[in-house]
């Protein structure tokens, strides 16, 4: 039986703590945001009030709504060659393009990247972002210069990004920023979606998705538009630090595990994996758009909603079109039995 809302999609408000019994030691001095976006903006200000950014380099395969939102502030940006689908040489060569005055923004990919870089200390300012690698050890145990995350992509909370300096250096802490109401709206917007979302999920017959994800649209078409710092009210704060440390890691090994029993690679696909690493989700590569996009149709007539991460980037990879598929504290083994078995009804009709 699948279960009602389906598998994938905005998460819905719930306690999770009936979910997840495990909790990590957070030994790291974090600072919380909305947004992991305004995360990162609040260090590029902190660099730029300390020197002058020559330019700010993003790797050629990212997200382009935070790309775009960054260009709003900061538009000496320059782009870097880097293959996100291969992890067996990961030394990102720095002295190859950024100078001294330059910052580089490294990306975790998928929580596969281990990150090692040829940096030192005379070289540029390196910037970590780890949304899609939350709790990695590449996470917990970086070296860089800044590390940032949008938890909102790992945990079920409406809004929240953080910031911290593993060698927990001198960091400007007086975040004095106008008040902006703007922020406290997105969130009450999202925190409403989610209690509709929990309501369907509790059979509410008043609510169906045609109800909720009109919210969850408009939130992020909110979060595209506004740079504005918010200060942080004590309540949100409560809310994010609630669910900040627990192990969401944990469970999606286990159902990995699972999948990529099932799951081999393909002619259609590739299944991208890393021995001793725990990815955001089931990652599927494919060379050929229609292919990803008939499995990707396929599935959500199955009631499986993935994500295509990041469809607007231009690469020139044979492999490129990059399906993610939910696999997260929310599901049960059955939920995981049903994504491989409909897959395999995919590659059944295909073959």
Request: hydrophobic share 35%; glycine share 4%.
């Amino acid at each position: 039986m699948i279960r009602k809302e389906g598998i994938g999609s905005y998460f819905h408000l719930e306690n999770i703590q009936e979910t997840l019994t495990n909790t990590i030691d957070l030994s790291i001095d974090y600072t919380i945001f909305y947004t992991g976006r305004h995360a990162l903006l609040h260090i590029l200000n902190e660099i730029s009030q300390k020197k002058t950014i020559n330019k700010l380099w993003f790797p050629n395969y990212y997200c382009q709504h935070t790309l775009g939102w960054i260009k709003k502030t900061y538009q000496n940006i320059s782009i870097y060659e880097i293959n996100p689908f291969v992890f067996s040489d990961e030394t990102i060569n720095i002295y190859d393009f950024a100078g001294e005055d330059d910052v580089v923004l490294i990306n975790n990919y998928w929580g596969l990247s281990s990150m090692p870089t040829n940096n030192n200390l005379n070289s540029a300012i390196i910037i970590e972002d780890h949304s899609h690698g939350w709790l990695s050890n590449a996470c917990l145990n970086s070296n860089a210069d800044y590390c940032f995350v949008s938890l909102r992509k790992s945990l079920p909370i409406p809004l929240g990004g953080i910031f911290w300096q593993p060698e927990t250096k001198t960091s400007n802490k007086n975040l004095n920023y106008n008040i902006d109401t703007y922020y406290y709206e997105v969130w009450d917007m999202m925190l409403k979606a989610m209690k509709l979302k929990t309501d369907y999920i509790q059979g509410d017959k008043n609510i169906d998705s045609s109800i909720y994800l009109p919210y969850f649209y408009k939130v992020e078409d909110a979060l595209n538009k506004n740079t504005n710092f918010a200060k942080l009210l004590p309540k949100h704060k409560e809310f994010i630090n609630s669910y900040i440390s627990f192990n969401v890691k944990k469970i999606k090994e286990e159902h990995l595990n699972f999948l990529y029993e099932k799951i081999q690679d393909t002619n259609f696909f590739k299944v991208i994996k890393k021995p001793g690493y725990t990815a955001f989700g089931l990652h599927l590569l494919f060379k050929n758009e229609n292919d990803m996009n008939s499995l990707k149709n396929f599935l959500i007539t199955n009631s499986i909603y993935p994500s295509t991460l990041w469809p607007d980037n231009t690469v020139n990879y044979k492999w490129h079109y990059f399906l993610n598929i939910h696999i997260d504290f929310r599901y049960n083994l059955n939920d995981i039995h049903h994504i491989a078995l409909t897959i395999q009804n995919w590659l059944n009709e295909k073959l």
